[in-house]
């Protein structure tokens, strides 16, 4: 774990080098709560050939959830998917001007741990995701909070640690990724 980190560091030598201060912040700034949102037409969801879940017009939010994320990491990555401003105003012909909200629009979102890897040479690693009993509190803490900012109606899930076919048609392409290292 992080700590365990921090305590190698410390025994490689008294005074950290420049690298071993680098990966400390590394681990402990720039892994946090991630979201890929991609502005679809429709995305659906399924488990061993049975549809999960399914939506039209809207947002399909692959969550990735890190070892140290908290309440403010969620309230920030919900916020910024309801509020992101990714959809034509269709009235004013004004692009970015619309979030899924004021459209209407529907909410798929996917928990993937894999948003958490490091890359070690080529292998990936994934010892910074949050383990999967708390990340499953997490991210069904998560989506519930999605839904009362929302409508319990319009906010979708696939299955939490399962292995899931995701079909999406994308709508433009438009991509998002944020970080709630990056809260404003």
């Known amino acids: 774990d992080k700590y365990d980190l921090l305590l190698k560091i410390n025994q490689l030598s008294p005074v950290p080098s420049k690298l071993e201060w680098l990966l400390f912040i590394y ?27 399914q939506i039209g017009n809207g947002l399909m ?15 920030y990555i919900c916020r910024k998917i309801l509020n992101l401003r990714m959809f ?8 970015w001007d619309k979030s899924v909200m004021q459209m209407n629009y529907e909410v798929l979102c996917v928990s ?19 383990a999967p009993d708390a990340a499953k509190i997490f991210y069904l803490q998560f989506l519930e909070m999605m839904q009362q900012k929302y409508n319990k109606d319009s906010i979708k899930d696939g299955e939490f640690g399962a292995y899931m076919d995701v079909q999406l048609t994308n709508d433009g392409p438009v991509t998002v990724h944020i970080n709630s290292k990056d809260k404003d």
């Open 61 to 75: 939010c692959l969550i990735g959830i890190s070892v140290d994320d908290n309440c403010s990491d969620m309230e």
């Open 112 to 130: 993937q741990f894999t948003l958490c890897h490091v890359i070690k040479g080529n292998k990936l690693d994934f010892h910074n995701a949050m």
């Open 27 to 53: 681990f402990f700034y720039f892994l946090k709560m991630r979201a890929i949102i991609q502005r679809v037409k429709n995305a659906c969801v399924s488990v061993d050939g049975k549809l999960v879940s």
């Open 88 to 95: 034509p105003n269709m009235d004013t012909n004004k692009n």
